[in-house]
C-alpha cells in the first residue's frame, strides 16, 4: 500500500474492503435458504462481519440459524431482524427442533415435483384453430401488434430459440464469458430452452382461457338474437329450426366452459406465465451474478412450484467465473441489460396504447348498441302514436312489431355482451398495469444510459447489480399486478 503512514489511505482502503466483504455476503444470502451463523451476538454494525450478515439476510427474508460462540447449545433461529433483541441461551424444546427440522427439509427438498409439472405442460408450435379470437377482439379495436390478429398462433421452439431470438443475446455473452463455462452453456442449453417452452405453452394457455371467455360472451348475444330470429322473417312455423340453432349455441358455451375447467386453463396459464416471465430476464441476472433471495420471492395461496423452478433453474447456472471489471459490467449492461429494458419499455408502451384504445372502442361500440335500441324503440311508439292519431296507417304498427321488437333484443343482447367481454378482459387495468411498468423501465433505461456515459471511476459492481435487481423487481411487480386482475376471473358461464 503506498503511505503506509497515511491513515487516510488506510480508512480508505478499510471502507473498500468491507464494502467488498458485505457485497461477497450479498452473493451468499441471494444463492441461500437457510444462513448458518456462528457468532458471538454483540456487534452488527460493521459492514461485512458477521453480525451485518445475519441482519442483511433477515432483511432480505433469509432465515438465520445462529449458533452463539459463547453457548455452542445454544442455537437459535431468526426469521425477522427484530428477532435479534429476543435472543435465548440454553438448549431448546422440541418446538424449536421441530420448526428447524421442517426448515432444513424444506431447503433441501428435491425439486423433481417443480420439473415433474413442468414437463406435464406439452409443447405446441401452433395453437388449436381458433385460439386466437381474443387476440382478434385486441386487433378489431385497439390496432395491430406482433401479437395480435391471427387465430392461430405459432411459437418459437425452445430448439431454435438460441438461433433465433436470443441470437444476439448468446453473441454478447460469448464475448464475456467462457463458451464452455458452466454460465454460458446453462444460458443455451438450460435457460433459454426453458423460457421458449414456458412462454410458448402459457402463451397458448392464454389464447384458450381468454378466447373461450370472449367465444362464450358472443354465443350467448347470438343464441338470444337466433332465438328470436323467426319474429322478423315471419317464420313462426319453423321456430323449431330457430331454438335448435339457440340449444346447440347455449350447449357450446357449457362445453367451453366444462373444457376450461377439465384442463384447468386458468390455473395452468398463470403458473407456466410465472415461469417464463422470471426467466425472461433470466440471462441478465446469471450473468450479472445476482439473484433474487428466497424471501424476496413471490408467495402466494396456491402451489408455488413456478418459483421453485425458475429460482433453482438460475441458481443452477452458478456464478460468472470470470473478472468481474468495469469493462465485463459494461459489456453486460449495454449488450443484454439495456437491450432488454429497451425492448421491454417499448412493448409495455405499445400494449398499454392498444388495450386503452380496445377499452374505449369496446366502451363505445357497447353505447352505441344499448343508444340504437333507445332509438328503434322510440321509433316503434312514435309509429303507434302516429298511428293512433291518425297520422299514419293504421296497419304499419302491427307489420313492423316483429322487426322492431327483434332490434329492440338484438341491440341490448350486443351491448350487453360488449360490456361483459370488456369487464372480463379488463383492458383499461392492464394498460394501466403496462403504463406502470413502461414508467418504472424508463427510469431503469435513464439510469443505465447515465452510468454508462458517466465517469466510469463510478461503475462498481454494486451500482450495476443494483441496477440489474431492479429490472428484475419490476419484472415481478408486473406479475403480481396481472394476477390481481385476472386471479379470481375463472372461466364461468356468461349469466
Known sequence: MAGPDDESVGHRLQALTSDNVALAGRIMIERSDLLIAVWDCKRTDLAGGTGHTVVSALQNGTPVLVVDLADPVGWTILSRSEELGHLARGEKGEAETTRL??????????????????????????????FGIYRHIETVFGGRTTKSGTIQAVYESPDKIAEGSARQLLETARSVLDEEGRVYTSLRDELLPAFAWADGVSSRLSDAYRSGMTVSFALSAFAIIAGIAYLPLDLAEYKWIFASIEFGLLLSILLITYAGYRFAWHRR????????????????????????????WPRGDGDDWPERFARDALRDAGLPDVKVDRAYMRKVLQGVVLPHVKGQRRYHEAKSAQLARVHHRIDRSAETCFLTALVTVAIYLGIEAGAALSLLPSEWPRSIAKVFTFMGVAFPTL?????????????????????????????????IELLLSGDQAQMSYRATSELVQSVDEIIVAEIEGWQSVFGAKHLTLPA
Not at 273 to 295: C, K, Q, S
Open 269 to 296: 396459464w398463470f403458473e407456466t406465465r410465472r415461469v417464463a416471465e422470471y426467466l425472461r430476464f433470466g440471462p441478465a441476472i446469471a450473468i450479472m451474478g445476482v439473484a433474487r433471495p428466497i424471501g424476496r
Open 101 to 130: 427440522r421442517a426448515l432444513v427439509e424444506t431447503t433441501l427438498a428435491p425439486i423433481s415435483p417443480a420439473v415433474q409439472a413442468m414437463s406435464r405442460e406439452k409443447w405446441r408450435r401452433r395453437s388449436p384453430f381458433g
Open 415 to 447: 351491448g350487453a355482451n360488449l360490456a361483459g367481454i370488456r369487464y372480463f378482459g379488463d383492458f383499461e387495468r392492464f394498460s394501466a398495469i403496462s403504463l406502470a411498468t413502461a414508467s418504472k423501465l424508463s427510469s431503469v433505461e435513464a439510469r
